[in-house]
């Protein structure tokens, strides 16, 4: 299985703050990694497809870069909404795998 | 517009088994695969398998292989997720989600609102 691992697993962060968080995956697999933000009480929401595609309605704040092993998430201007748990997560081979998550928490 | 509508909760002694639905309307059922995702308390993501609507096809992860099976019926454009043997740590929400797999890349863009399932004696 392709394991994917996140850092950090926590973050604090403010209002205004850029937030940065890294995905590094096994082995490579090329572009197929997609980022997912979740709520407490709710289903995961796609952010990134692809590693780089921002799906339609989100924010633009939002970012993703990479390929290969190495994959980032970047949050511009963070917002309030914006504090949540975050998921990496690659499509490359079956079983598809996620990241252990990293909490953005408000400092 | 897309929708992924899950059945209730459910409470389930160990050793039962546990069957979920997830009734997907506003889109063209059979073009495209659905997963499950389960996330337990206090742990993260972790993907289960997927079943292909068109013609039924599944791939489960290894760790639930014998104990869990995807099935559809698409006159109702349902899914299904039936665990069998359910131990403690089972106790989870289950989520379904929907994947474009015809063409990469792939990944889950629209989910249910998912399903607590909960394993007590």
């Known amino acids: 299985d392709i394991q994917m691992t996140q850092s950090p697993s926590s973050l604090s962060a403010s209002v205004g703050d850029r937030v940065t968080i890294t995905c590094r995956a096994s082995q490579s697999i090329a572009n197929y990694l997609n980022w997912y933000q979740r709520k407490p009480g709710k289903a995961p929401n796609l952010l990134i497809l692809a590693a780089s595609s921002l799906q339609s309605g989100v924010p633009s704040r939002f970012s993703g870069s990479g390929s290969g092993t190495d994959f980032t998430l970047t949050i511009n201007n963070l917002q309030p909404e914006d504090f949540a748990t975050y998921y990496c997560q690659q499509s490359y081979g079956v079983p598809w795998t996620f990241g252990q998550g990293t909490k953005v928490e408000i400092k | ?121």
């Not at chain 2, 039936?82 to 929400?93: F, G, H, P, Q, R």
């Open chain 2, 1 to 121: 517009q897309v929708r992924l509508v899950h059945s209730g909760a459910e409470v389930k002694e160990p050793g039962a088994s546990v069957k979920v639905s997830c009734k997907a309307s506003g889109y063209t059922f059979t073009n495209y695969y659905m997963h499950w995702v389960r996330q337990a308390p206090g742990q993260g993501l972790e993907w289960m398998g997927m079943i292909n609507p068109n013609g039924g096809g599944t791939s489960y992860a290894q760790k639930f292989q014998g104990r869990l099976t995807m099935t559809r019926d698409t006159s109702t454009s349902t899914v299904y997720m039936e665990l069998s043997s359910l131990i403690s740590e089972d106790t989870a929400v289950y989520y379904c989600a929907r994947d474009r797999h015809y063409a990469a890349p792939f990944y889950l863009d629209y989910w249910g609102q998912g399903t607590l399932v909960t394993i007590s004696s």
